[in-house]
């Protein structure tokens, strides 16, 4: 009989807690079995094992990052609106290490799910780039080279790749400001001749 309350959603989000604690890589149904006091075989009434857990912690992630970049940009445009967005995608990725890790692969062939939960936030990133006038044919291009520049500061941070003692926020804001000017840029680049 399944515990009271123990429901697919619960043992997502107690997945979740799980891989920020411990790490995405070591995310296993024993842990979250443990946590929520149950035996394995318990939870495969609620996830297809570990793999199906897996999917589900990417799919709630980036639904929360999607929220997370939503109200961040909301009433926001231009610059101040891209600084907002680079601004909670950091935080995001610090808060929950373990759900952003979750949502560095694609989803697989087929799962249309899947796919738009993790377009979520690049609609946000979209609506963005509208505002600032990008053209739609510039703006994959775009949120790709934010994205990768984002990640690649995140992931050097989260990581302590940053060794040296001057101050990360103030090289976070020149990041920033230069993603700022790439997408003010392309937007010029994208007006009509």
């Known amino acids: 009989m399944p515990r009271a309350g123990l429901t697919p959603a619960a043992v997502v989000e107690e997945a979740a807690r799980v891989g920020d604690a411990a790490g995405f890589d070591r ?14 075989p318990s939870l495969y009434k609620h996830v297809d094992g ?3 857990l897996r999917r589900a912690v990417a799919v709630a992630a980036a639904g929360q990052l999607a929220e997370a970049l939503g109200r961040a940009a909301m009433g926001r445009s231009g610059p101040d609106a891209v600084r907002a967005l680079a601004d909670a995608y950091r935080a ?13 692969t694609s989803p697989a062939p087929g799962d249309a799910e899947a796919a738009a ?10 609506a963005v780039l509208r505002g600032f006038g990008v053209a739609e044919d510039a703006r994959v291009d775009v949120i790709r080279a934010v994205r ?12 302590g790749g940053f060794g040296l003692a001057d101050d990360v926020d103030r090289s976070f804001g020149v990041l ?4 700022v000017d790439l997408v003010a840029g392309r937007a010029a680049g994208s007006a009509p001749g």
């Open 148 to 159: 990768s520049a984002l990640h690649g500061f995140v992931d050097l941070e989260t990581r």
């Open 176 to 179: 920033v400001e230069g993603l």
């Open 92 to 104: 995001f990725a610090r808060a929950h290490p373990g759900r952003y890790a979750a949502l560095q």
């Open 50 to 52: 570990l793999d199906g």
């Open 27 to 40: 995310l296993s149904l024993a842990a979250v079995a443990k946590r929520l006091n149950v035996a394995v």
């Open 117 to 126: 939960a993790f377009y979520a936030p690049v609609e946000v990133f979209q």
